[in-house]
């Protein structure tokens, strides 16, 4: 008996080693990973927050100190210039982010369902024609719209100028630059959602429009109770992550205004500038890394914050028995 005993004790210290080399090499496999974003990743953000607590910029670049809780303050102080330049730009930047990507949403799920109509001929030809912004490059689409927007010798107002309009100043008045944002930027999005939304459309069983329509309901009906409820639990998991990428859309801004125009009471931002840009300029222009560090930390709480509250109210991601 204690021959078979030590027998079963050595098979299941051999299995207990076994286990333990399997766990050791399965941290090894994903080693790259984890170092990868320890260096790209994590150091970068625990940097960027120690240095929101600091003075550091170009004049205290090598003698920089611990300031502990006053750039945030200063966030909220009246008198200080980064506080002109955060309220205004924080609302404009919730405001962009709501508009632009609801309406490129809608559009979307538009097109996809005229797209989607088994009457339409040629439906290929259009889906293939409006995927076409979504295939090309957004930088060069966007330095595209920039041309074409020109007050003085954009191709559209060129256009406009044929049918005796007065020239607009897309990208020169606050007002209309913004619009001119949210347009650009709905030309570069709507396709995605266009296709995300044909996935969802293909998904919906054909009997449920068939019995609606012997019920006698409208067509408006019928997108209101079939189409519109079956896409949105489908596209909803893929537009949180929307709302938040537009939050946070640095290029558009960047490429297509620059932030301008350019606001009387702060330096830092200009009227077309979110956040994101905000800082970017508060790092570069004006080497203030201190400012620049804590409104990138507010920024990340921010798009956090924002993403839990969708997925909490949405239940988007909540598992289903």
Known sequence: MSAIASVGSNKSQTKARHKRK???AAYGYISPAILTMCVLSFLPMFFTIYISFTNWSQMHFMNYQFVGWKNYIGLFSKDNPLA????PTLIW???????????????????AILVNDK????????????????AIPALISTLSWQGLLNQNYGQIN??????????????????????SIILVNLWLSFPYFMTVSLGALQSIPTEQYDSAAIDGTSPFQRFMYITFPNVWRVS???????Y???FNNFNIIFLLTGGGPARATTQFAGYTDILASTSYKIALQFNRYDLSATLSVVLFFMIGIISLINMRFTNAFKGED
């Open 158 to 179: 060129a256009l406009l100028h044929v049918f005796h309009i007065p020239a607009i100043p897309w990208l020169v008045t606050p007002g209309w630059a913004r619009v």
């Open 22 to 24: 399997i766990q050791w």
């Open 84 to 87: 002109i330049a955060f309220i």
């Open 119 to 134: 009457a339409l001929k040629e439906a290929r030809l259009y889906r293939t024609l409006l995927i076409i912004p979504w």
């Open 93 to 111: 930047t919730l405001v962009f982010t709501f508009v632009s990507t609801t309406l490129n949403y809608f559009v979307g799920l538009i097109l």
């Open 244 to 246: 938040a990428a537009t």
């Open 236 to 242: 909803l998991p893929l537009l949180i992550p929307a």
